[in-house]
């Protein structure tokens, strides 16, 4: 018998350093250990051996049988590391490739000036206002004193969703939320989209962008708002800029004015861009009708405020030298990734 067992440690030992695979491993595992085993065989043997030495031969047995199932269980964990081993091996990350560059993203240029523009106005004390895309006809119009025969308030001009709602047409209705809302001192700005019923075409689109500043003080007065607008222009187009104002009217500013910057392309020589002028059409500003004022409860003997609206396309034409307004709505991203 334990000349067997010997044999069966030494034959399983070589069997099993021999192995490459579990699946040889099980095999020798079933051949030595298995119901119909060898070590198992032995121990049907034992009942034919006499009564003394039965324990004996049963311990070399178990001895045996735990000598083997270490062996297998050690090589099993030994091929298991292996594979381990192989497997980091083939995923290991050279973390000193240079990584490829990730394409980011850029605002488009009518976001860059919509940024600089609010940035120019907060760090001058203003407030960042929101307002909505839909409108009543009463916060576009009727509140700002446009009279109801006016052509701006015709279909023709204006998207109507319904007889009372429309889609902005200019980001002056953010005015009399911001009345409806703060007692002066006010110093708002705010920016967003607006809309018109216009023909597409190099400088018409129903779909641009506006930028409104409203200010309501005590002593604030025309040449506060001349101020800002020289300082706004020279900061968009450099210290030489100048700026004139034209009288215009607008129904909810008493008095009214349009703002004309010396030529960003000549300089004020005269040029294509210009019409030969000098100069070019910025915005449009006023003083904010007493009216509107006084609808809100504001003592006009005491406050006076001015207010401004500007296009945004338009003076990202004029800063990056575009000529034709479609190309800010085409996303061709030739066009869009100048902007960095
Ligand atoms: N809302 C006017 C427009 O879209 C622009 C404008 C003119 C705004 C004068 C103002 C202003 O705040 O005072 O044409």
């Not at 703060?182 to 110093?187: E, L």
């Not at 000549?266 to 861009?273: D, M």
């Not at 609808?295 to 034409?317: C, F, P, Q, S, W």
Request: glycine share 6%.
């Amino acid at each position: 018998m334990e000349n067997k067992t010997n044999q069966i440690i030494q034959n399983a030992t070589s069997e099993i350093e021999k192995a490459k695979t579990k699946q040889e491993l099980f095999e020798i595992n079933t051949h030595y250990l298995g119901k119909n085993g060898q070590v198992s065989l032995l121990m049907q043997e034992l009942k034919n051996c006499s009564k003394e030495d039965r324990p004996r031969l049963g311990a070399i047995l178990n001895e045996c049988r735990e000598k083997v199932d270490t062996l297998l269980k050690e090589k099993i964990k030994k091929l298991e590391d292996e594979e381990l081993e192989q497997k980091l091996n083939a995923e290991k990350v050279d973390v000193t490739i240079p990584v490829k560059p990730i394409p980011f993203g850029i605002n488009h240029p009518i976001t860059i000036i919509q940024n600089l523009l609010t940035d120019f106005f907060v760090k001058r004390g203003f407030t960042v206002k929101f307002g909505t895309d839909i409108e009543t006809d009463y916060y576009c119009f009727e509140a700002l004193n446009v009279p109801k025969n006016h052509p701006a308030r015709d279909a023709q001009d204006t998207f109507y969703i319904n007889e009372e709602t429309v889609l902005r047409t200019h980001t002056s209705a953010t005015q009399i939320h911001t009345l409806e809302q703060q007692k002066p001192p006010i110093k708002m700005v705010s920016t967003g989209s607006t809309y018109r019923a216009d023909e597409i075409d190099s400088t018409h689109s129903p779909f641009f962008h506006q930028l409104e500043i409203l200010v309501v003080d005590e002593k604030v007065s025309m040449t506060d708002l001349k101020g800002i607008i020289e300082e706004l222009a020279k900061f968009l187009f450099g210290d030489k800029t100048q700026i004139r104002l034209r009288p215009s009217y607008f129904p909810f500013t008493e008095p009214s004015a349009e703002v004309d910057a010396t030529c960003t392309q000549c300089g004020g020589k005269g040029c294509s861009l210009c019409k030969g002028t000098g100069w070019i059409e910025l915005l449009g500003c006023g003083m904010v009708n007493p009216k509107i004022l006084e609808n809100h409860g504001i003592d006009t003997n005491k406050y006076a405020g001015y207010a401004v609206g500007l296009g945004l396309e338009r003076i990202a034409m004029l800063r990056y030298g575009i000529s034709d307004l479609r190309e800010f709505y085409e996303n061709d991203v030739n066009f869009l990734k100048q902007f960095k």
